[in-house]
T-cell receptor, first 112, second 113 residues
Framework: DTGVSQDPRHKITKRGQNVTFRCDPISEHNRLYWYRQTLGQGPEFLTYFQNEAQLEKSRLLSDRFSAERPKGSFSTLEIQRTEQGDSAMYLCASSPLYTEAFFGQGTRLTVV | DQQVKQNSPSLSVQEGRISILNCDYT??????FLWYKKYPAEGPTFLIS?????DKNEDGRFTVFLNKSAKHLSLHIVPSQPGDSAVYFC????????????FGTGTRLTIIP
Protein backbone atom coordinates (compact mmCIF):
# COMPACT_ATOMS: atom_id res chain seq x y z
CA ASP A 1 0.00 0.00 0.00
CA THR A 2 1.79 3.10 -1.23
CA GLY A 3 -0.76 5.62 0.02
CA VAL A 4 -2.23 8.53 -1.91
CA SER A 5 0.29 9.92 -4.37
CA GLN A 6 0.22 13.44 -5.80
CA ASP A 7 2.30 14.88 -8.61
CA PRO A 8 3.96 17.30 -8.79
CA ARG A 9 4.80 18.19 -5.20
CA HIS A 10 5.54 21.77 -6.13
CA LYS A 11 4.53 23.92 -9.09
CA ILE A 12 5.47 27.51 -9.85
CA THR A 13 3.60 29.07 -12.74
CA LYS A 14 3.08 32.47 -14.25
CA ARG A 15 -0.28 34.14 -13.95
CA GLY A 16 -2.50 33.22 -16.86
CA GLN A 17 -0.93 29.82 -17.49
CA ASN A 18 -2.80 26.54 -17.17
CA VAL A 19 -1.70 23.87 -14.68
CA THR A 20 -2.70 20.26 -14.15
CA PHE A 21 -2.20 18.15 -11.05
CA ARG A 22 -2.47 14.40 -10.76
CA CYS A 23 -3.65 12.24 -7.87
CA ASP A 24 -3.30 8.47 -7.62
CA PRO A 25 -5.53 7.18 -4.83
CA ILE A 26 -5.04 4.08 -2.74
CA SER A 27 -6.02 1.22 -4.98
CA GLU A 28 -9.65 0.15 -4.82
CA HIS A 29 -10.73 3.24 -2.91
CA ASN A 30 -14.06 4.22 -4.42
CA ARG A 31 -14.01 7.81 -3.31
CA LEU A 32 -11.56 10.53 -4.24
CA TYR A 33 -11.62 14.08 -2.91
CA TRP A 34 -9.87 17.34 -3.74
CA TYR A 35 -9.29 19.99 -1.09
CA ARG A 36 -7.44 23.31 -1.12
CA GLN A 37 -5.55 24.72 1.84
CA THR A 38 -4.27 28.27 2.13
CA LEU A 39 -1.94 29.62 4.80
CA GLY A 40 -3.47 29.66 8.26
CA GLN A 41 -6.62 27.86 7.15
CA GLY A 42 -7.85 24.32 7.25
CA PRO A 43 -8.41 22.34 4.06
CA GLU A 44 -11.48 23.46 2.08
CA PHE A 45 -13.53 20.96 0.11
CA LEU A 46 -13.46 21.39 -3.66
CA THR A 47 -15.01 18.27 -5.18
CA TYR A 48 -15.35 14.52 -4.84
CA PHE A 49 -15.80 11.47 -7.03
CA GLN A 50 -17.33 8.11 -6.38
CA ASN A 51 -15.65 5.88 -8.92
CA GLU A 52 -15.71 7.95 -12.13
CA ALA A 53 -18.76 10.05 -11.23
CA GLN A 54 -18.20 13.56 -9.91
CA LEU A 55 -20.90 13.81 -7.24
CA GLU A 56 -20.38 17.21 -5.70
CA LYS A 57 -18.57 20.44 -6.51
CA SER A 58 -18.00 23.32 -4.13
CA ARG A 59 -18.89 26.83 -5.15
CA LEU A 60 -15.17 27.48 -4.60
CA LEU A 61 -14.59 25.54 -7.81
CA SER A 62 -14.99 28.28 -10.39
CA ASP A 63 -15.37 27.52 -14.08
CA ARG A 64 -11.58 27.83 -14.43
CA PHE A 65 -11.26 24.62 -12.43
CA SER A 66 -12.05 21.19 -13.79
CA ALA A 67 -11.51 17.76 -12.29
CA GLU A 68 -11.76 14.37 -13.89
CA ARG A 69 -11.43 10.78 -12.80
CA PRO A 70 -11.50 8.67 -15.94
CA LYS A 71 -12.15 4.97 -15.34
CA GLY A 72 -12.45 5.60 -11.61
CA SER A 73 -8.72 5.39 -10.98
CA PHE A 74 -6.40 8.42 -10.92
CA SER A 75 -7.75 11.95 -11.00
CA THR A 76 -6.58 15.22 -12.49
CA LEU A 77 -7.33 18.76 -11.39
CA GLU A 78 -6.78 21.46 -13.98
CA ILE A 79 -6.73 25.18 -13.34
CA GLN A 80 -7.00 27.39 -16.41
CA ARG A 81 -5.78 31.00 -16.59
CA THR A 82 -4.24 30.84 -13.13
CA GLU A 83 -4.54 33.84 -10.81
CA GLN A 84 -2.43 34.76 -7.80
CA GLY A 85 -5.36 33.85 -5.55
CA ASP A 86 -5.04 30.25 -6.75
CA SER A 87 -1.75 29.91 -4.85
CA ALA A 88 -2.40 27.22 -2.26
CA MET A 89 -1.75 23.61 -1.30
CA TYR A 90 -3.99 21.27 -3.28
CA LEU A 91 -4.72 18.09 -1.36
CA CYS A 92 -6.12 14.86 -2.69
CA ALA A 93 -7.64 12.20 -0.47
CA SER A 94 -9.27 8.83 -1.04
CA SER A 95 -11.40 6.46 0.96
CA PRO A 96 -13.43 3.31 0.68
CA LEU A 97 -17.13 3.84 1.29
CA TYR A 98 -18.11 4.95 4.80
CA THR A 99 -14.71 5.43 6.35
CA GLU A 100 -12.19 8.16 6.94
CA ALA A 101 -10.26 9.76 4.12
CA PHE A 102 -6.53 9.27 3.62
CA PHE A 103 -4.69 12.32 2.34
CA GLY A 104 -1.75 12.66 0.01
CA GLN A 105 1.15 15.03 0.64
CA GLY A 106 -0.34 17.71 -1.57
CA THR A 107 0.78 19.86 -4.48
CA ARG A 108 1.92 23.34 -3.55
CA LEU A 109 1.02 25.82 -6.28
CA THR A 110 2.64 29.24 -6.45
CA VAL A 111 1.34 31.67 -9.06
CA VAL A 112 3.75 34.53 -9.78
CA ASP B 1 -18.95 31.62 7.69
CA GLN B 2 -16.70 29.41 9.77
CA GLN B 3 -18.84 26.39 10.62
CA VAL B 4 -16.04 24.63 12.49
CA LYS B 5 -13.95 26.74 14.83
CA GLN B 6 -10.72 26.08 16.64
CA ASN B 7 -10.22 29.19 18.69
CA SER B 8 -6.75 28.39 19.97
CA PRO B 9 -4.17 28.80 17.20
CA SER B 10 -1.46 27.31 19.41
CA LEU B 11 -0.95 25.33 22.58
CA SER B 12 2.18 24.35 24.50
CA VAL B 13 2.19 21.42 26.91
CA GLN B 14 4.88 19.78 29.01
CA GLU B 15 5.84 16.28 27.99
CA GLY B 16 3.91 13.69 30.00
CA ARG B 17 1.01 16.05 30.79
CA ILE B 18 -2.41 16.09 29.19
CA SER B 19 -3.04 18.07 25.99
CA ILE B 20 -6.60 19.26 25.43
CA LEU B 21 -7.57 20.64 22.04
CA ASN B 22 -10.98 22.20 21.57
CA CYS B 23 -13.35 22.59 18.64
CA ASP B 24 -16.77 24.21 18.28
CA TYR B 25 -19.24 23.85 15.44
CA THR B 26 -22.35 25.71 14.40
CA UNK B 27 -24.05 23.45 11.86
CA UNK B 28 -26.65 21.20 13.53
CA UNK B 29 -26.53 18.87 10.52
CA UNK B 30 -23.01 17.72 11.40
CA UNK B 31 -23.16 14.23 12.86
CA UNK B 32 -19.69 12.81 12.35
CA PHE B 33 -16.50 14.38 13.64
CA LEU B 34 -12.85 13.65 13.04
CA TRP B 35 -9.45 14.81 14.19
CA TYR B 36 -6.52 14.96 11.80
CA LYS B 37 -2.89 15.61 12.60
CA LYS B 38 -0.55 17.35 10.19
CA TYR B 39 3.22 17.54 10.15
CA PRO B 40 4.97 20.14 7.96
CA ALA B 41 5.21 19.16 4.27
CA GLU B 42 2.86 16.22 4.77
CA GLY B 43 -0.84 15.73 4.22
CA PRO B 44 -3.24 15.43 7.17
CA THR B 45 -3.27 12.04 8.89
CA PHE B 46 -6.45 10.64 10.42
CA LEU B 47 -6.30 10.29 14.21
CA ILE B 48 -9.70 9.49 15.67
CA SER B 49 -13.39 10.03 14.98
CA UNK B 50 -16.73 10.07 16.76
CA UNK B 51 -20.30 9.85 15.57
CA UNK B 52 -23.09 11.88 17.11
CA UNK B 53 -24.64 8.83 18.76
CA UNK B 54 -21.66 8.67 21.12
CA ASP B 55 -20.19 11.15 23.56
CA LYS B 56 -16.76 9.58 23.90
CA ASN B 57 -14.37 7.54 21.81
CA GLU B 58 -11.00 6.32 22.94
CA ASP B 59 -8.00 5.00 21.04
CA GLY B 60 -4.84 4.50 23.05
CA ARG B 61 -3.56 7.87 24.26
CA PHE B 62 -6.24 9.74 22.29
CA THR B 63 -9.80 10.36 23.48
CA VAL B 64 -12.39 12.50 21.76
CA PHE B 65 -15.35 13.89 23.70
CA LEU B 66 -18.50 15.22 22.06
CA ASN B 67 -21.02 17.53 23.74
CA LYS B 68 -23.85 17.86 21.22
CA SER B 69 -25.92 20.31 23.23
CA ALA B 70 -22.96 22.68 23.38
CA LYS B 71 -21.83 21.83 19.83
CA HIS B 72 -18.37 21.25 21.22
CA LEU B 73 -15.79 18.53 20.93
CA SER B 74 -12.37 18.09 22.42
CA LEU B 75 -9.36 15.88 21.86
CA HIS B 76 -7.41 14.71 24.87
CA ILE B 77 -3.89 13.34 24.49
CA VAL B 78 -2.41 11.72 27.55
CA PRO B 79 0.44 11.42 28.20
CA SER B 80 1.72 13.95 25.66
CA GLN B 81 4.89 12.99 23.82
CA PRO B 82 7.32 15.08 21.73
CA GLY B 83 6.15 13.30 18.56
CA ASP B 84 2.69 14.74 19.16
CA SER B 85 3.96 18.19 18.18
CA ALA B 86 1.99 19.00 15.03
CA VAL B 87 -1.02 20.96 13.78
CA TYR B 88 -4.33 19.35 14.73
CA PHE B 89 -7.43 19.89 12.64
CA CYS B 90 -10.97 19.23 13.74
CA UNK B 91 -13.32 18.25 10.90
CA UNK B 92 -17.03 17.59 10.62
CA UNK B 93 -19.33 15.88 8.18
CA UNK B 94 -23.08 15.84 7.70
CA UNK B 95 -23.04 12.09 7.23
CA UNK B 96 -21.04 9.07 8.16
CA UNK B 97 -20.46 8.65 4.44
CA UNK B 98 -17.92 11.41 4.83
CA UNK B 99 -18.38 12.88 1.36
CA UNK B 100 -17.39 16.37 2.38
CA UNK B 101 -15.41 17.41 5.41
CA UNK B 102 -15.54 20.91 6.85
CA PHE B 103 -12.29 21.67 8.66
CA GLY B 104 -11.37 24.09 11.40
CA THR B 105 -8.36 26.36 11.10
CA GLY B 106 -6.14 24.11 13.20
CA THR B 107 -4.27 24.27 16.52
CA ARG B 108 -0.49 24.03 16.58
CA LEU B 109 0.47 21.79 19.51
CA THR B 110 4.00 21.98 20.85
CA ILE B 111 5.15 19.44 23.41
CA ILE B 112 7.95 20.77 25.58
CA PRO B 113 10.46 18.09 26.64
Amino acid sequence: DTGVSQDPRHKITKRGQNVTFRCDPISEHNRLYWYRQTLGQGPEFLTYFQNEAQLEKSRLLSDRFSAERPKGSFSTLEIQRTEQGDSAMYLCASSPLYTEAFFGQGTRLTVV
Amino acid sequence: DQQVKQNSPSLSVQEGRISILNCDYTNSMFDYFLWYKKYPAEGPTFLISISSIKDKNEDGRFTVFLNKSAKHLSLHIVPSQPGDSAVYFCAASASFGNEKLTFGTGTRLTIIP
